[in-house]
């Protein structure tokens, strides 16, 4: 009932300027949703050599910037992946950015990852943990690298951030930055070798992979062979199903139901790598066939913005 009557405040506002206050709130709620006495471990999860309290995440994107995680940590989050971030500071895409399609309980972004940059993302990610929540940090480059030296941004993120998280997400897959995409094609594989080979070992490797993908096979075929950990399926889509808009930028939410989804994680199920499952996770029954077909663990973001905060603790008491 509180979320349904902010969300119909938050909703007469530009969607980016709304986010920013749901943070706000989020971090004066703090205090209070930590005295909540749910039991948020008892669907315990152990993969990539890292042990989860339960298999539900908040996807990157929502927290950026590092700035709310730990209010976030206590909604119940089993982990919540930071970012995307890059080496340094940038703005992003021109506003507006984000586009909203109730009737299809969908997002349009076109972002183009702003962010703060590393140096003030790490500095947020210092400090004491709350409870055991497992932090993750998405890694992009910035917009003006040249694409020869977009592996040169990696690297120095991996080496600032794999002290400070428990796992990296390589992101090759926004369709928010100018030829980003293209590093799915054939200079994924090395490029994700050199990253793991800078990790040395010390935090585990995932890599974000797009659900527009002609030859799915043959990406996660690469990434295995360059030694990752495991994958993220999948990011936005620059298709539209079910959405009228016209407007370039990535497609979140309810329609990315209609990707058979739940298909894509079954067959990749089937690898040697451990897949979380992430896009069109909007009602716990979207989580356990996500579960069930396979995935270690899932991500929410869209379903965040149109269920509020409860979407954690009816997917958690679906999946008990």
């Known amino acids: 009932m509180i979320y349904r009557a902010a969300r119909a405040v938050g909703f007469r506002m530009d969607p980016e300027r709304a986010h920013g ?14 005295l909540r006495r749910r039991r948020w471990d008892h669907h315990g999860v152990e993969a990539f050599g890292l042990r989860f309290r339960n298999p539900v995440g908040l996807a990157a994107g929502y927290d950026k910037d590092a700035t709310a995680w ?7 989050f089993g982990h919540i992946e930071i970012g995307t971030v ?3 500071p940038q703005p992003g895409n021109q506003r507006p950015r984000i586009t909203r399609h109730v009737d299809q309980r969908a997002l349009v972004n076109r972002m183009g990852f702003p962010s703060h940059g590393a ?8 400090g004491t943990r709350p409870g055991d929540v497992v932090v993750g940090v998405s890694i992009g480059p910035n917009a003006d690298t040249p694409a020869d030296r977009r592996l040169e941004d990696y690297l120095l993120l991996v080496d600032r951030f794999a002290p400070l998280a428990d796992y990296l997400a390589v992101n090759v897959s926004s369709p ?17 070798g050199a990253i793991v080979e800078c990790a040395a070992g010390t935090i585990p490797i995932l890599v974000k992979l797009s659900p527009d993908l002609d030859e799915i096979a043959g990406v996660v075929a690469a990434a295995e062979r360059a030694g990752v950990d ?16 016209p407007n370039p930028g990535g497609l979140s939410g309810a329609p990315l139901r209609s990707l058979a989804m739940g298909r894509l994680i079954e067959t990749l199920a089937a690898t040697r790598l451990p897949v979380v499952a992430c896009g069109g996770i909007m009602a716990p ?4 066939a996500r579960l069930g077909a396979g995935a270690v663990l899932i991500q929410v973001y869209t379903g965040l913005v149109y269920e509020g905060p409860g979407l954690v603790g009816r997917i958690l008491a679906a999946i008990d």
């Open 119 to 126: 140096e003030a993302v790490a500095a947020r990610l210092g």
């Open 21 to 34: 206050m749901a943070l706000g709130m989020v971090r004066l709620g703090r205090p209070l949703a930590s």
């Open 86 to 88: 890059t080496p340094r």
């Open 176 to 192: 928010n930055t100018a030829g980003l995409r293209d590093l799915q094609g054939g200079p994924l594989e090395p490029l994700l």
């Open 285 to 288: 029954d979207d989580a356990v």
């Open 70 to 76: 730990r209010a976030l940590a206590a909604l119940g």
């Open 230 to 245: 495991g994958l993220i399926v999948a990011n936005t889509t620059i298709t539209r199903p079910e959405v009228s808009d």
